[in-house]
């Protein structure tokens, strides 16, 4: 086992690997059934690959003697009948123990077939002496495992062997502790926790494996990296994650790990052809017919793929394109060019007020509202829109003496006392510009606000503001 060298292994590999530990310095196991459901859903859907990829191991190799004192690797060299090696998993005993458990629910099937029989054979997994004295861990062992339990019933003879034999992981052995975590915190972001994006590019990576070149997957790596982490963090957490979930009738105060599900969608390379999938499939291929036709190398015209920000996601190479896209949209939105043209989008970063951090929840609000507006009907009557949204978010401005994160949270899903209407709802159920500019909106008859003259000025001009001195 040659250190630095990343490796390949089957979960066969790794799970019938008596040398394998999971170190006392290792947090408790605490994936969730969420988790579970999740990587077992994984297998299933892609079950027909010649291979999927499951992330990565990082091991600290270390040598024992029979009295389990630490050696060198020279010592151990000299007797090795009776010295050992020690394999620590510093980096994805989370996958590994849920691995185990599958595999452990395999091995305890009722009613296997004689194929599964077959599948099973000789597979002895070692893994299943680990211990564990942390009471957290022990509960979550329990409560994953009757939900494996439960899924493991549809784990014909083909997924068994899929899972033992065609499930790999990249595995990366070093004997230097210090440097097995420097290596750990290198793959998690230079030693920072993994960002929500970065999990999710992880994923559309590997989902692009058996459908593009190393050429495109190398560009997409390159034109990902290029992009500003703290940009692409607050795409995510104040754009794409906020527009999907209002519209969809959900909280989106805080984009979390736990809300990538929010970005993942369907794959089109799978076997599975769902009738809601007809026209994504429709649409990505025509539009890559198009785009390498030879045609295009006379006219040299491109079409984009028609992304839509509430619509169903194709993972891979959409997907990253689809972030691209939606970050050129809401540059466009807030730049200078759109503020000499639209009064309105100077105002909101000028008056005096205008940076505060309740102001700012607010100032997002206006540009999910517009940023959602255009994607569903581009430029379309546009003074008008920017007019009604600018009303509708900044009325609960006005209403307010202090705004909080809560308080635009609720209003967006048009919930407590100041709210107006579900606006994100109504633009998702909108087929023409008119159904949101026709919408009724509140006539504000006392402002509770401070430093907001400017917004209050262009309430009385759009006559949205009934002010009891005139």
Known sequence: MEQNQPKIIKVKELLTNDNLKIPSYQRPYKWTTKNVNQLIDDILIHKGKSEYRLGTLVIHRHFQNKENKEISEEEYQKDTQNNKIILDIVDGQQRTITLTLIAFAMTQKPNKTIEEEKALKSFNPKLLNLS?????????????????????????????????????????????????????????????????????????????????????????????????????????????????????????????????????????DTEEDYPFTAMLRIAHFYVEEYNHSIHRNINKREMIFPFQIDGIIINGKRFFEMIEYYQIMIDNVKSKEMSKKYPILNIIKTYEGSFRTGDKYIRNLFYCGLIYYIDRFREKDLPKAIDKIFVWAYSLRLKLQAVGLDSVDNYALNQGEHSQIQLFKKIKEAIKPSDILNIRLEILKEIRSSKTEEIVKQFKKLKYYDDPKS
Not at 172 to 198: C, M, T, Y
Not at 228 to 243: G, V
Request: proline content about 1%; glycine content about 2%.
């Open 132 to 268: 564990f004295a942390n009471n957290i861990s022990k509960a979550n062992i329990q409560k994953n495992f009757k939900q494996i339990e439960r899924r493991i019933a549809d784990f014909d003879e083909k997924t068994i062997c899929f899972f033992l034999e065609k499930c790999t992981l990249v595995e990366v052995v070093l004997n230097d502790i210090s440097e097995a975590f420097q290596f750990f915190d290198s793959q998690n972001s230079r030693g920072k926790d993994l960002e929500p994006h970065d999990l999710l590019k992880a994923f559309h990576l590997r989902e692009m494996n058996n459908f593009s070149t190393e050429e495109e997957r190398k560009k997409t790596v390159e034109k990902w990296e290029s992009m500003d982490t703290a940009k692409l963090s607050k795409l995510f957490s104040q754009y794409l994650f906020r527009i999907r979930n209002w519209s969809s009738g959900h909280s989106a105060r805080y984009f979390s790990k736990n809300d990538v599900d929010v970005f993942k969608g369907v794959s089109l």
